[in-house]
């Protein structure tokens, strides 16, 4: 497992594993479904122009294929020290720990190398397996936020996870 800056090459694969509404119904709205080269291509771009700072996005390699992808997007205001993580991965690599490492190592690299002192995930509460990747990485449950998302026609409570930098000794 490697994790590393996206390139316009990775476009190609990148489509291939959004191309699957099993991980489409656990992210946020705004993917296009069928998800095309272009739209990955588009991505991409989007991902290597972004203002300096304002998010961290990384590619997930696998058996040298691309099979997900990790972003860690700070937020603004008075909460511009913290960030939220979203995460994917291909469907033929769940269950097998690659996320929780993933999401170690993301982690380990923010805290070191920005001013970001708070980590911050909201999957859905029926993701069971996304709940499971974050307290495998040490992340703690905060919370349930009661009908905070409405997606697929369903009004959905979400789960809020944490990890505070100074707690991140915990997962070394």
Same mark, same amino acid.
Request: include cysteine.
């Given at each position: 497992?490697?994790?590393?800056?996206?390139?316009?090459?990775?476009?190609?694969?990148?489509?291939?594993?959004?191309?699957?509404?099993?991980?489409?119904?656990?992210?946020?709205?705004?993917?296009?479904?069928?998800?095309?080269?272009?739209?990955?291509?588009?991505?991409?771009?989007?991902?290597?122009?972004?203002?300096?700072?304002?998010?961290?996005?990384?590619?997930?390699?696998?058996?040298?294929?691309?099979?997900?992808?990790?972003?860690?997007?700070?937020?603004?205001?008075?909460?511009?020290?913290?960030?939220?993580? /979203?995460?994917?991965?291909?469907?033929?690599?769940? /269950?097998? /720990?690659?996320?929780?490492?993933?999401?170690?190592?993301?982690?380990?690299?923010?805290?070191?190398?920005?001013?970001?002192?708070?980590?911050?995930?909201?999957?859905?509460?029926?993701?069971?397996?996304?709940?499971?990747?974050?307290?495998?990485?040490?992340?703690?449950?905060?919370?349930?936020?009661?009908?905070?998302?409405?997606?697929?026609?369903?009004?959905?409570?979400?789960?809020?996870?944490?990890?505070?930098?100074?707690?991140?000794?915990?997962?070394?």
């Amino acid at each position: 497992m490697l994790i590393k800056k996206w390139e316009i090459e990775d476009a190609n694969e990148l489509s291939k594993v959004l191309n699957n509404p099993n991980i489409l119904k656990n992210l946020r709205d705004g993917i296009p479904y069928p998800y095309t080269i272009k739209h990955a291509e588009e991505f991409i771009l989007e991902v290597l122009n972004a203002k300096k700072d304002s998010q961290y996005c990384w590619a997930i390699y696998y058996d040298h294929k691309v099979i997900g992808s990790v972003g860690v997007f700070r937020q603004s205001n008075i909460h511009y020290r913290s960030a939220e993580v /979203g995460y994917y991965i291909s469907e033929e690599y769940w /269950g097998k /720990g690659i996320m929780g490492e993933v999401i170690k190592e993301v982690c380990h690299y923010i805290f070191t190398n920005t001013d970001i002192i708070r980590i911050y995930a909201e999957p859905f509460e029926y993701n069971i397996a996304s709940c499971r990747v974050l307290e495998k990485a040490s992340f703690q449950l905060e919370g349930t936020l009661r009908n905070h998302a409405y997606k697929n026609n369903c009004i959905l409570n979400m789960k809020l996870y944490s990890m505070i930098k100074e707690e991140e000794k915990n997962y070394e």
